[in-house]
Structure formats: structure tokens, C-alpha cells
């Protein structure tokens, strides 16, 4: 999670591919932008098909089973639409709206070893749901603005939400599109003064958009290339993380 355009979703579906290759993975599109369900699949499609979305399970009260699609043997993922726009308000008097996503996950969640959640720039009811529903989180930030502020606005949201979830631990985070080794150098020095870990970099690269624009990670699309290994130890790091 962070602010937007950092490159949450591209991080999400990489994990979610590469976490794929040896273990079972939900990934859940939790922005009503459906970008992460359209690395999958179409988003045009579902919202044409009338298939349930994550909304569903928000206000519907369907569950994860109900409404997830199998991508590949190892990969489910449950939908984004449009709709998800719409929670916020919908949810507005309903009791325990911040626990909806958490009680739809511990249905399903012995059926998988690691359930991403990909989440939207904002600070709403549905990224709440997210933190409260999760074990882990990890910050995304864009090398070149990264921003102190921004962190420490992240750091407010998640310390307010271990307060009903005691559980949430923070990994530490990813830079993305890293371009200036200089900067870079000055921006990770900083970061590990205030202790925050650092889990991977992953330098700007056209490869990276062009993988998603076919729908698939960087490892499968340039399994050669440096910034596959970027995102491999990025999950490898993760893994020793938790772990720990
Ligand atoms: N390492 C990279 N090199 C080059 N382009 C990248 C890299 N990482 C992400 N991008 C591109 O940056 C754009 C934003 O990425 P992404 O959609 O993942 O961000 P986001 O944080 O999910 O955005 P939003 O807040 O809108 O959900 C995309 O076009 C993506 O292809
Ligand atoms: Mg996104």
C-alpha cells in the first residue's frame, strides 16, 4: 500500500506469480480500479459478465468461495469492479464494517499458503478491511518521491489498526522504479536510520510494463532479466521475514 501510481500492483502481481510457482496463492483485488484483476484476466470482461466481484463480499454477504476464479493450477483470484467504489458509503452503518474481508478470509484461509491483498491509494473502508484482515504488510514507495511525510501518514494508519488488529506486523518495504543510484543511496541510508527494512529494489525498467501489458510477471516474460532477479529476492527476503 501507498500513495498512488507507485507500483503496488505490479509489485502484488509479481509476488502473486512467483509465490505461485511453488505454492498455493489467493490474490484479492481490493481497488475498484480492478487493475491487479485485469493483470489476470479482463476486467471488461467480468464487469460485462455479471460475475461476482469483492463487492459481493462486502455488501452481498457472498463469500470467497462464491465468488473467486481459478487463473492456474496454484493461483485464485477474487475479482474487482467498479462497484467496489460504492462500499464506502454502503457500509456506513453497518456493525463491524471493518471485519467483513477478515471473517470472508479465515473461511478460506487453511486452503492457501499466502492470500495477497492489493490495495488502493486511498485510506478507506476497504484498505481498513485489508490491514485488519492481514498478517503482514509491506509499503511500496517510489524511490525518486519518496516522501518522509507519506511514510509516517502509512505508519499513522497502521498503528491506529493494530489497535483491533494486534497481530499486523510490518515486513518493511519495497522502492520501486529506482533510476538514480545516488539518490537511492541517500534515500536507503535514511530509511535504515529511521529502521525501516528493506525488503528489495527494482529499478525502472520497460520490462516491467511490458510483462504486465501480457499479463504476466517479469520472470515469465524475461527470465534472463536483472529485474526478475529484483523481484526473486524481493520474495526471498520477504520469506526469511517471516520466518524470523
Ligand atoms: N520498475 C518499474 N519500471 C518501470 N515502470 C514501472 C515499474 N513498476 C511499475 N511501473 C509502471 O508504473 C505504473 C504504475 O504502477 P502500478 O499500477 O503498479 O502502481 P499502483 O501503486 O498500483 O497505482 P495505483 O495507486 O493507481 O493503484 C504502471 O504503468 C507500471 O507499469
Ligand atoms: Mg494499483
Redesign the pocket.
Known sequence: M????????????NVAEILGKDFKVLAIDN?Q?A??TDTFTSKRLIENSGALTLYDIYIKNASISDVKMQITENIDLVPSSIMLANVDIELTAKMSREYILKKAIDKVRSDYDYIII????SLSMTTINALVASDYTVF?T?SEYFSKQGLRQLQKTVDMVKEINPELKELGLIL???DNTNHVKEVTEDLEENHYNILGR????????DS??TKQAVFQSYPLHK?STEYQEFVDNILKKIEE
Do not use: E, L
Request: charged share 25%; aromatic share 2%; glycine share 8%.
Open positions: 501507498q500513495k498512488g501510481g507507485v507500483g503496488k500492483t505490479t509489485t502484488s502481481k481497488d480500479n487493475d491487479f492489493d490495495c488502493s491509494p511500496v517510489q520501486t522504479m529506482v527494482i529499478d525502472r525498467s520497460t520490462v516491467v510494463r504486465i501489458m529485474t
